[in-house]
Structure formats: C-alpha cells, structure tokens
C-alpha cells in the first residue's frame, strides 16, 4: 500500500472516523486515502478553524483529534489552533504535506527554508509534544505508532508528523499496527502510602476543600471527584478548564475560582485548612494571580496534590501530600482509603456553614445587572435569560469575553463536556468553529455558541462548513461595536477608547447587517435589542434544528464582575501620565 493508505489504516485502526483540515496539493494524498477508508474528512475555509473544531471534538467526545492541512501556509494558519488544543492539553494529531523530499535542498515553491530546508514543522516544536519528519516511507511502520501513543498517554497534547509528497506515494511494505504497540495496562493509581496519607490529612481537616482541574474531565473521573466529595461531604470548586467536572447545581458545588470567579469559591478556598487539588496547574486566572488575599493562601492551608504529570507537583505551591497518579484511579482508591479509615464524618451540604450564606449573597449581588431592563441588553441580563432556556444536556462554546468569563461565572454546569472554551490560550476566534467540532461530536445534543462582534469577524467563515454539512448549532452573538474587553482597559486606565471601537469615519458605531450576512451564508437568523423580548426569541432560536445565528445587541460599557484579582491592573493603572 502506499504511504497515505498506510497512515490512513493506522488511523482506522485507532478508531479515527473524522479528519478536520483544509486540502492542498501536498496533502490531498492523505484525503483521498482517507475517503476510501470511509474516514469523513471536515473541511474548513481556514485551518485555524479547523483546529479548533478538531480540539472541541475530542473535549466532547474524547476521539483522538486528527488535522490533515496543507504545507507552509496551512501550516501557519493552523498554529494558532494548535496552540490553544495545546494549552489545553488537547491530543491531537497533526499531518502535513510537504514538497517532495529530493527537491528539499532547492527550496522549492512554498517551502520554508530561511534556517534550514524544508524547515517549516520546526514553527511547532515550542508547542507539540514531538515533531516528526518522515523523508522515507519505511519509517512510517515506527513513527505512526509512536505518534499515536504520545499524544495520547502522559499528559495529553498535540503532535506533528511532517510528510513530504513522494513519501505519500510511496510503497510500503508492512502492515499497519498501532493498538498492539500501545500499553495495554489500566491507568495507574498514585503509591498507597501517598493516598493513606492524604485521607488521613483530609478527614482531619476543619474547613477542607476539593479543588478539580481539566485533569479530572480528561481522566473521566467526575463519578469518582462526585462520590468522594459526597462521602466526606466536602464542598467542590472547580478551575475554568474543570467547570462541569462537577455538577454546579450540587449542594456541594461552590463554582470557579479565580479572576472572574464567584465570590463563592474565592471566599471558601481562601479559608480552606486543607485543599485537595486534582488534575490542575494551578494557573493564573484560576489563583487570582496567586494573590494569597484573594484565592488560595496556600501556606497556612495544606495542600493535597494529585496529577498525572510529576511537573505540576509543587510547581506553584508547596504540598504537605503529592500524589503522581491520573485522576480516576487515585480519587477511587483515595476513597475507598477514607471509607476504609473508618472516622466519622460530618454530613452534606458541606462542613463549612458560611457557604450557604456566601451563596445567598452571591446571587443577590448579581441580581441587579441580571434584571437590568436598560437598552442595550446588559450581558449578564442575556446570560440569565440563556440560563432559563438551555437544558441539562447542553454544550455551551464560548469565545472571550463576557461571553466566556461572564458565562462561566454566572452559567452552571452539570455535565462533563457541557462547557466548552479556551482556557490557557483564551483564544479570540475559538468559539464558532469549536461549536460545529462539538456538535460532531455528540450529534443529539444541542450546541450554543456564544461569542462577541469581534471574534466572530475574525472567524466567520466557519459558517459554511455548518452550512455544507447541515449541523444545526446555535450561535449567539453578542454584538456591542467594540473589543469590549479592552475598550474597558483602554477608558479606565488610559482615558480613550482608541483602537477598540468599530465605528464609521464620522463616528458612527459599525458591524456588517448580520441577519444579512447570515441569510447571504443560507443560514436562518433574528435580531433582539429589546430586553423583554429577549426571552421568547432566545426560546425560538433554541428550538430551531438548523443553522441559527441570533444577534443581540448587548452593552460594550460594562466590565466583567471580577471577583478576584489580576496583578494586570497594578501596571495599567498607571496608564502613560
């Protein structure tokens, strides 16, 4: 067979049914042997695009993403959604073509060559776990499966497997085998003496907290972070990247931390005198800059850390017990050893009674903006509004912004998979793409994307593919004529506005008629400006089966509510006086 019906094989093989990319000459080998293998190839009129869309297929679905894109061009316009499948520790698999492999030292039409020939996979090495360039197609029946395993095991994170033409076409004799070359052994629990010990320190605790990371929906252990935080009755607070590891209309949940976290969470971990953290880095926006006045004040509290990568053990805060070990297999052992301990513990809703009334006074402190009946909507009146319509089962995308902090701050969710952003890169564009991806994904659930004027601009092609394919997802688009984010930078600390407004040479605010773009992409749409309509438009557009792009013209004035910290504005403050 030849090359690209080998690598196609090995990706049947591994249970790939869906290759997201874009075609060029130097790759079409690749979809062709794709095709005839009855692998559905996702194409999009940008690669970008299609690397989001490939990242929020396996967050939905956990099917390994796959890219297949096109040299030098493609291969750029995909780093940024590469990178944010990355930062987020997304397995991907990327496959490229490139010139034939006997024209490298010519530096041929569309090659990089400025450092070395046909140097342009070097562009990913800061971002993928491995990069590969295979100049003869004998070592495909090695680096194939090598691939495969290293995207997936570990922690998890994008690959890149560089091919040029004549290699696609060549012959290989060997059959392709890639599941028998993989571990074939269960996850691995951290030692026993590391989980007796962090039982012993939880079940002495006072006032503990259970802290889940994107590890845990990786792992798929929301059963077992769910069974342990009940048994203990131990109340949960989750990072962006975690939010629905745990269900957040549980009793126990207490929501996100951080910047833009609830003040719930901020104010109980603050506090907490032992934290379990599980599957997270601990990351900046989730730690409010690792202010210890604001989210965790780690010491006094102690810390219990488990992770499947030794790297984050201790990387941002000093453990009492480090556990190596995924996420799943430790949080069952850890509580069969607190049931095994035999101690008493206090029952649900959760140890600390200062959180049911930091709830109360929570939701009080948001019902003002959420019941604003001012014009333009105000964001948090149209996520309350969103919140009344979405069901259980829905996936929500989110893209930056208001529609991303906003919604993980005051939407909850009670699914793994049901929330679904960029969280290490907050990648501006994300969100259309990724909603189609997700849909993919899990064809009987719904989808609502929601995403500002300005990413959606920045990506707004990712409509035809929704339209080509007919995928019924919901976009929501919160359309306030600014990057409202920074225009709130721009006017608080510097006084203008300059850079930030989409607006006409006299002034006037602009954007495309979008009920126009979208009836010229064949997609059905509505626009609602007025807050008492919005509910029954939202219900309508819900409802709707096909593509549906509803417009809601909502306030570019009003800053997120940030309940934590973000050391950013020490430095802005001073503006340019």
């Not at 060029?24 to 042997?33: C, F, M």
């Not at 987020?88 to 010139?99: C, E, F, K, Q, R």
């Not at 006074?361 to 979405?390: C, F, G, M, Y």
Request: charged letters at 20%; one cysteine or more.
């Amino acid at each position: 067979m030849t090359g690209a019906m080998f690598i196609a094989e090995c990706l049947k093989q591994e249970g790939v049914t869906k290759v997201f990319g874009q075609c060029g000459h130097t790759n079409y080998a690749l979809i062709d042997a794709c095709h005839q293998l009855g692998i559905e190839y996702i194409s999009f009129r940008h690669e970008q695009m299609a690397a989001h869309a490939a990242d929020a297929y396996f967050r939905v679905s956990h099917k390994l993403a796959v890219m297949n894109v096109h040299l030098s061009p493609g291969l750029t316009n995909a780093l940024t959604g590469v990178a944010t499948a990355a930062a987020d520790s997304t397995p991907m698999v990327v496959i490229t073509g490139n010139t034939p492999s006997y024209h490298h030292a010519r530096e041929p039409h569309q090659g990089i060559r400025f450092h070395a020939d046909a140097s342009q996979a070097d562009i990913y090495k800061p971002i993928c776990k491995r990069v590969w360039r295979v100049d003869d197609a004998k070592f495909l029946p090695d680096v194939m499966p090598r691939a495969l395993n290293v995207a997936q095991t570990g922690r998890p994170g994008p690959v890149l497997i560089d091919i040029p033409m004549d290699v696609f076409s060549a012959k290989v004799d060997a059959q392709p085998v890639t599941l028998r070359r993989r571990p074939n052994f269960a996850r691995a629990a951290g030692p026993h003496s590391g989980i007796v010990e962090a039982a012993n320190v939880l079940l002495g605790a006072k006032r503990p907290v259970i802290f889940a990371g994107n590890g845990v929906l990786l792992s798929e252990a929301s059963n077992e972070l769910r069974e342990l935080a009940e048994l203990t009755g131990v109340p949960v607070a989750t990072t962006l990247m975690g939010k629905g590891a745990f269900p957040e209309n549980h009793p126990l949940s207490l929501g996100m931390t951080g910047i833009w976290g609830t003040t719930v969470a901020n104010e109980t971990t603050r506090e907490a005198d032992v934290i379990v953290a599980i599957g997270t880095g601990f990351g900046e926006a989730d730690c409010s800059s690792w202010n210890p006045k604001y989210t965790f004040a780690i010491p006094p509290s102690r810390l219990i850390q488990i992770d499947s990568d030794p790297q984050e053990i201790g990387k941002i805060y000093p453990v009492d017990v480090g556990i190596v070990g995924d996420a799943r297999a430790t949080l069952r052992e850890l509580t069969q050893q607190v049931r095994a301990d035999g101690r008493t513990v206090e029952p649900c809703p959760c140890r600390n009674p200062k959180v049911e009334e930091r709830k109360k006074t929570w939701r009080e402190q948001l019902a003002a903006s959420q019941s604003d009946a001012n014009k333009p909507i105000h964001p948090a009146r149209l996520l309350l509004e969103l919140s009344k319509v979405l069901t259980e089962d829905t996936i929500v995308v989110t893209d930056v912004g208001w529609n991303k902090n906003g919604a993980a701050q005051q939407l909850q969710s009670s699914k793994p998979g049901s929330f679904i952003t960029s969280g290490g890169l907050a990648t501006m564009g994300f969100a259309p793409a990724a909603a189609i991806g997700a849909k993919l994904a899990a064809p009987d659930r719904k989808v609502v994307c929601l995403v500002g004027d300005g990413g959606f601009l920045s990506v707004v092609g990712a409509l035809t593919t929704a339209v080509e394919l007919g995928i019924p997802v919901l976009w929501v688009l919160f359309n306030n004529f600014c990057f409202s984010t920074i225009r709130t930078v721009g006017v608080t600390y510097f006084k203008n506005s300059y850079g930030t407004e989409f607006t006409r040479p006299d002034g006037t605010p602009y954007n495309p008629d979008f009920p126009l773009l979208a009836k010229a992409f064949g997609i059905e749409s509505a626009l609602v400006d007025e807050p008492a309509e919005l509910g029954s438009t939202l219900k309508k557009a819900f409802a709707a089966e096909v593509p549906y792009l509803l417009e809601v013209r909502t306030r570019g004035d009003v800053p997120m509510p940030r309940t934590g910290y973000w050391d950013i504005a020490d430095f802005l403050r001073v503006g340019n006086d």
